[in-house]
């Protein structure tokens, strides 16, 4: 089953870049079908301690019978306080690929697709909680909607499609992808596939609040992380990839400010083991088409 929920991406060169001790703890806080915890399981020695996160309760079935690992139906935002109510301060490694699970994108009930017309605009990562998709549609104002697309979306007629919107919404229900698709038919501009690509993508950022939660897991590495111990983030998009690399870099999201007595900037927490990200390769791509946005980025404690 977990083969066909997620294939992992760039699973090599992950599990490489994490220099796996025999006996350390890791995280992998975004577990889907499980592919990169097994091979980090493959390296770790009996002593060896794994701890997965997903908020989505689907992930929970494809957690392997094994002792050394611990299953966590959380947002990985919450990885720090999960960890101490353990008793563990800090770990050996801690993995996050940032990429929407292929399960979740085959499953038309869940709404991440444009491919399933009748779906319901949901785009829930994790079903407890209560905004959707359609609530976004159905609620925000042409302000926040514009403001979203543009931000998230990188939509480039993000105004026009916010004003369509909110025009149509007043005369019919938008509730399912075939209805949002025909309200906002007017303001579609180039290739719709990819238009579209980039409004629903811009929707599930918001419904998750994956900037949100991505910002809080980079501000707890520094405190998460043993010293020598590597923090591995893949990224699909621009927007996240930004946010790695710049945290990973300066080791904060503030401008560092220069103390006023003698000049000196904050230490950097990080030592950046990939100046540039690493990609997948032309084979993997061509196996796995969805792996071809990927970027892996690498830090290591002090």
Do not use: W
């Amino acid at each position: 089953m977990s083969q066909q929920y997620h294939i992992p991406v760039l699973l090599s060169e992950t599990i490489t870049s994490l220099q796996i001790k025999k006996g350390g703890t890791y995280v992998d806080c975004t577990f889907g079908g499980g592919g990169h915890s097994k091979a980090i399981l493959s390296v770790l020695g009996e002593t060896g301690r794994l701890l997965v996160f997903d908020q989505d309760a689907d992930a929970r079935q494809n957690v392997p019978e094994d002792p050394r690992i611990s299953f966590f139906q959380y947002n990985f935002r919450h990885v720090q306080r999960i960890l101490r109510l353990h008793n563990i301060d800090a770990v050996d490694g801690i993995l996050a690929d940032l990429g929407v699970s292929s399960h979740q994108f085959d499953e038309a009930g869940r709404g991440f697709s444009t491919r399933f017309n009748d779906a319901l605009l949901d785009m829930r990562m994790d079903q407890r909680q209560e905004l959707t998709a359609a609530n976004i549609i159905e609620t925000f104002s042409e302000q926040s909607l514009h403001k979203l697309f543009e931000q998230y979306g990188e939509v480039t007629n993000a105004k026009t499609l916010a004003k369509t919107i909110i025009q149509q919404r007043q005369l019919t229900p938008v509730k399912t992808v075939h209805e949002f698709r025909t309200a906002v038919a007017s303001a579609v501009k180039g290739n719709p596939n990819k238009y579209f690509a980039q409004v629903f993508q811009a929707l599930r950022i918001v419904v998750n609040d994956e900037m949100g939660a991505l910002e809080e897991l980079l501000r707890q590495l520094p405190s998460l992380l043993k010293k020598g111990g590597r923090a591995a983030i893949i990224t699909f998009h621009s927007i996240e990839d930004r946010l790695v690399k710049n945290f990973f870099r300066s080791g904060g999201f503030d401008e560092a400010v220069p103390d006023s007595l003698f000049g000196t900037r904050p230490e950097n927490p990080f030592i950046l083991i990939t100046k540039k990200p690493i990609l997948p390769s032309a084979i993997e791509i061509r196996e796995n088409p969805r792996s071809r946005s990927a970027k892996l980025r690498v830090a290591e404690r002090k």
